[in-house]
């Protein structure tokens, strides 16, 4: 019987090989002939692409930049960009702290024996996540703070914040003698390093002997005591700034303006909504089995809690967590709504219109959101292997 | 002696009543310790505080009568939701309709035959929902298209210019899903490919798209698009977010698909492939059909995503229903009654996100019930 020669169109080499060069050369193509457009269209309008509007001055103001100086009429637009990464970056931090805090908070109560507590966490997770952010941040900025917030005069007070329709005014601290700051710092790491050796040696001592001793509560004591002392013997190295009522408005200390603040107030609502879904989803994967099982060997509430279901829960809920604060990162650009001075609003809405220079601007846009991501994606990466390995 | 009556039966005796009852469950659901009774007394406090005085305004002191703000400023102490009823049409279905109302037909003809088709594919025991589900993909977008946008049978042309308010908002979500779902599917087979660069490619677009928050690809369609295109070509605002928001909605849908693909097993794969069948035969007809099922859950939970998100066109200008309700309370004549404007949006939002919602997780539960019994 002779062998019939399968011809090489049918071999999935071959044909894989060729399927690959055609979608690529397609691709290619497929771009080229859009930048080939792109080219032209540019040259038809006048529009002449280069990085040379850099060190142009820009010709706005900035009323929000803590970190860098706005000079109007000095800054270049490449400062200008720093600005608003710098701003995103801002509202970022803001953001997810106060979203975490209060994510896990509603969790909790979600999970809470109580049948009213329950059910209000519910409502609030219910209601938030549903509604769009933008509707949110407008409603909030718009319809409640702008319009119900008293002048700076009548400020609401909570301790040293004043809120006012302006913004929440914080008391900021700042370095009066940069020697004795230093020094108050290298103290304050040198007891850091003596607690986290101190922990070191109690959990041997507790793996040998099985004496378990409450040193998460000796560390916080001998912290905050150090700290105190050594504050107030080098006499305040650390000065704060409060805020105080001029004849119109505040003097001194720090200024959330009010867009910041409702966009803060709004994403914080929104996150911790999605946060406390995966709070309570986290701590119900664990399964009753590994309750009992703790309950059996003799662990009390606070070992079983400690011990068998925040390890457990945390390996769930901090992936989502983590891709939660991506999103809060990218829904910060929503700040053009209400006029917080973070990247998009400044560099691709106002630059942009000023310049006309969409190809650039757009793209260095989205490429500070993918290194955001990329950056999101190999700390997720990296926690899922430590995780990995941990497990059996 | 006959055994029977010895074993008589009795009736089971009821529960002691302290187990049963609304007593006894108040006292085991809201006073079970002393912080259970606190915090039950906290949240009735605060439920107490605010939500009696929100149902005064928005129910008992709320204006309905009339058709100008007169009588809502002579009432300050209800919502006036006269505002909202006067604008009705607007807020639905855009300016064109609004401003014609014998065409008004059309939109509510096209949004309840989408009720029609969509009541049965929710019902669980409805044959042929697959056909139902392609109808309501590929034929009824047509419908849709005749019916709003006009141009046949006689029927007026409504520019997408002037398309407006939930009518604009399902319009952009609708086609998001239709068009982002054959783009997604092909994403992630390619995602899955054995192929290097078949893989790259899909990896390099997925991720790209996924890493850059939409309201940046709606800038980039409005501003870059023009460009992309030779001269002559010319898209209206309303197409450019469409593209914008398809190409947005692919990456997620993709990532939604394929997590239906990583669930099935390789078995599958291989008996397909041990039966002589080609790579397109056994994704069409043996791993599709089951990784889709599966991956519905997500892919209604992305489709969520995108609803809400399409209110970021207001940002590009388009009168969508929340730029709709903001302009509408802006405009002279109901100046100051933003808060209603923004309820009646949120509250039209949330009913459509929170009824998906429930579904994809009445769905998800289903789903993980006929797993655990195999």
């Known amino acids: 019987m002779s062998k019939t020669k399968i011809p090489f169109y049918r071999n999935p080499k071959i044909r894989s090989l060729f399927v690959q060069i055609f979608v690529l050369s397609l691709v290619s193509f497929l771009i080229f002939s859009i930048y080939q457009t792109t080219v032209s269209n540019l040259i038809e309008r006048g529009i002449q692409t280069s990085t040379s509007f850099f060190d142009d001055v820009a010709p706005f103001k900035i009323g929000f930049s803590p970190f860098l100086d706005f000079d109007l009429g000095k800054t270049t637009y490449i400062e200008v960009f720093y600005i608003g990464i710098l701003n995103t970056i801002l509202i970022a931090i803001l953001g997810i702290i106060a979203s975490t805090i209060l994510g896990f908070i509603v969790g909790i109560v979600r999970l809470s024996p109580n049948w009213l507590a329950s059910k209000c966490a519910l409502v609030y997770i219910e209601v938030f996540r549903n509604v769009p952010l933008l509707l949110q941040i407008m409603f909030w900025n718009f319809a409640v703070f702008l319009a119900t917030l008293p002048p700076p005069k009548k400020s609401i007070e909570f301790g040293f914040l004043y809120l006012n329709s302006r913004g929440l005014h914080t008391p900021i601290p700042y370095v009066e003698d940069e020697l004795r700051f230093n020094f108050w710092i290298f103290i304050l790491l040198m007891t850091a390093v003596g607690c986290i050796f101190l922990s070191k040696w109690a959990k041997k001592s507790f793996e040998h002997t099985g004496v378990k001793r409450p040193v998460f509560f000796y560390n916080f004591l001998i912290f905050t005591i150090l700290a105190t002392l050594s504050y107030l013997a080098l006499g305040g190295p650390l000065e704060f700034d409060i805020p105080v009522l001029g004849k119109f408005n505040f003097k001194g200390g720090g200024q959330l303006p009010l867009p910041l603040f409702s966009l803060w107030f709004a994403?914080?609502?929104?996150?911790?909504?999605?946060?406390?879904?995966?709070?309570?989803?986290?701590?119900?994967?664990?399964?009753?089995?590994?309750?009992?099982?703790?309950?059996?060997?003799?662990?009390?509430?606070?070992?079983?809690?400690?011990?068998?279901?925040?390890?457990?829960?945390?390996?769930v809920i901090i992936p989502p967590t983590i891709s939660q604060f991506l999103n809060l990162t990218k829904n910060s650009s929503l700040a053009v709504a209400v006029g917080y001075e973070e990247i998009v609003a400044v560099w691709a809405g106002i630059s942009l219109n000023q310049t006309g220079q969409a190809v650039i601007i757009i793209a260095m846009t989205i490429i500070v959101y993918e290194c955001m991501s990329l950056f999101t994606s190999f700390m997720l990466n990296m926690y899922n292997r430590k995780v990995q390995i941990t497990e059996r | 002696m006959n055994k029977n009556e010895v074993f008589i039966k009795l009736p089971d005796r009821p529960p002691p009543s302290s187990t049963v009852g609304i007593i006894a469950w108040t006292q085991k659901n809201l006073f079970s310790s002393t912080t259970n009774a606190l915090t039950t007394i906290l949240f009735f406090y605060l439920i107490y505080l605010y939500i009696p005085p929100f149902f005064d305004w928005?129910?008992?002191?709320?204006?309905?009568?009339?058709?100008?703000?007169?009588?809502?400023?002579?009432?300050?102490?209800?919502?006036?939701?006269?505002?909202?009823?006067?604008?009705?049409?607007?807020?639905?279905?855009?300016?064109?309709?609004?401003?014609?109302?014998?065409?008004?037909?059309?939109?509510?003809?096209?949004?309840?035959?989408?009720?029609?088709?969509?009541?049965?594919?929710?019902?669980?025991?409805?044959?042929?929902?697959?056909?139902?589900?392609?109808?309501?993909?590929?034929?009824?977008?047509?419908?849709?298209?005749?019916?709003?946008?006009?141009?046949?049978?006689?029927?007026?042309?409504s520019n997408t210019t002037q398309w407006g308010g939930f009518l604009l908002t399902f319009a952009l979500a609708f086609v998001g899903i239709v068009l982002a779902l054959p783009i997604g599917i092909i994403l992630a087979l390619g995602r899955r490919s054995e192929m290097p660069i078949i893989r790259a490619l899909s990896v390099t677009y997925i991720e790209f798209w996924r890493g850059t928050p939409l309201i940046t690809i709606l800038f980039m369609a409005s501003v870059m698009l023009p460009l992309f295109f030779p001269s002559g070509v010319e898209f209206d605002k309303v197409v450019r977010a469409m593209i914008g928001i398809t190409l947005f909605q692919s990456a997620y849908t993709a990532e939604a698909v394929r997590g239906g693909l990583q669930a099935i097993d390789k078995g599958q794969s291989e008996a397909s492939m041990a039966l002589g069948m080609g790579y397109w035969q056994r994704n069409v007809f043996i791993i599709l059909p089951q990784a889709l099922k599966i991956s519905i859950p997500s892919i209604v939970n992305t489709f969520i995503a995108l609803f809400k998100d399409t209110s970021l066109v207001s940002i590009i200008g388009l009168l969508d229903l929340l730029n709709m309700s903001q302009t509408a309370s802006r405009s002279l004549d109901w100046n100051g009654y933003d808060i209603e404007g923004y309820l009646f949006a949120g509250f039209i939002f949330w009913a459509c996100c929170y009824g998906m919602s429930s579904y994809s997780q009445k769905l998800e539960r289903k789903l993980d019930t006929e797993g655990r019994t195999e």
């Open chain 1, 267 to 315: 994403l914080t609502i929104y996150t911790s909504a999605f946060i406390a879904e995966n709070v309570r989803a986290g701590i119900s994967s664990v399964s009753t089995g590994q309750l009992e099982a703790a309950n059996s060997i003799g662990l009390n509430r606070t070992q079983t809690i400690n011990m068998i279901v925040i390890p457990q829960a945390m390996r």
């Open chain 2, 58 to 157: 928005a129910i008992f002191n709320a204006n309905f009568s009339g058709s100008d703000r007169s009588i809502c400023d002579a009432n300050k102490a209800g919502a006036c939701w006269t505002f909202i009823k006067v604008r009705f049409d607007q807020l639905l279905f855009g300016l064109y309709f609004a401003s014609n109302p014998d065409q008004i037909w059309r939109p509510v003809v096209a949004l309840s035959i989408f009720v029609l088709l969509l009541i049965p594919l929710v019902i669980e025991k409805t044959p042929h929902k697959k056909w139902l589900l392609i109808f309501l993909l590929t034929i009824y977008p047509i419908i849709f298209i005749t019916l709003v946008y006009g141009g046949y049978f006689g029927i007026p042309i």
